[in-house]
């Protein structure tokens, strides 16, 4: 409704006027927060061509499209740091989606698609052998955790979408929705890098467990079904 759109602009519009003069947003985390900024625009359909915002929609894919060729495929603001796994997913699913509208609308961006491609062949590249997705992105270990996993999942369908080519992209995406299956309780709730619940006895991931299989395999798979079963019954 008119007020729903008028407090939806009005944030963008705030965005706007916070951001940074290199086209980020935040602090020690900038591409992810840039990422998560960049996201919100798109999905109200604004790009470079916008008339208010195309300015600051271009900044900020700049920005990440920096950051990612500078990296060579890995977007982070600080790669030492063990949770630039989120960053990464974020800024990926990000650039891949602005990647998307800049085809259609043939807006032709320097280092765009090659940064959607490097930093999505890098997600798929870097998959656990478990099928999911850890810290620093290491193979080893525990096998990744659920949170990590779902941010992944979530660029690797934006990935999907470009109709870019991606080595592997089917088989890491089967991997991981075994992983993620594999996390879903009984009672249809996902864990966090098990079946068993966490945060007071809930199943916290329930939510990003089921955004995975309906991303993925839409939302008549039966653990996506299950999953909103569980989420019902705990409204």
């Not at 796994?85 to 509208?101: K, L, N, P, Q, V």
């Not at 934006?158 to 929705?177: D, E, K, V, W």
Request: charged fraction near 15%.
């Amino acid at each position: 409704n008119e007020r729903c759109e008028e407090t939806v602009v009005k944030a963008l519009r705030y965005f706007k006027n916070t951001q940074g003069k290199d086209g980020s947003w935040g602090g020690g985390t900038k591409v992810a927060y840039t990422g998560l900024v960049l996201l919100a625009y798109l999905g109200h359909c604004e790009t470079p061509l916008s008339e208010e915002f195309g300015v600051t929609v271009q900044s900020a894919i700049t920005f990440l499209v920096d950051n990612c060729q500078k990296n060579k495929g890995r977007l982070a603001s600080n790669p030492q740091d063990k949770h630039w796994c989120y960053s990464h997913a974020i800024g990926a699913y990000a650039i891949a989606e602005a990647y998307t509208f800049c085809r259609q609308l043939n807006i032709p961006l320097p280092g765009l698609e090659d940064s959607v491609q490097m930093s999505i062949q890098w997600i798929i590249d870097n998959q656990n052998s478990s099928g999911g997705w850890d810290y620093s992105f290491n193979e080893g270990g525990r096998g990744g955790d659920m949170s990590i996993t779902a941010w992944q999942m979530q660029a690797l369908k934006a990935g999907y979408h470009t109709r870019l080519t991606f080595r592997n992209m089917p088989q890491c995406i089967s991997r991981a929705l075994n992983y993620c299956e594999a996390r879903q309780n009984s009672n249809g709730g996902f864990g966090y890098t098990g079946t068993s619940p966490v945060g007071g006895g809930h199943f916290t991931l329930t939510g990003a467990g089921v955004l995975c299989f309906q991303q993925h395999k839409g939302t008549n798979h039966r653990a996506a079904r299950n999953g909103m079963d569980y989420i019902d019954k705990q409204a």
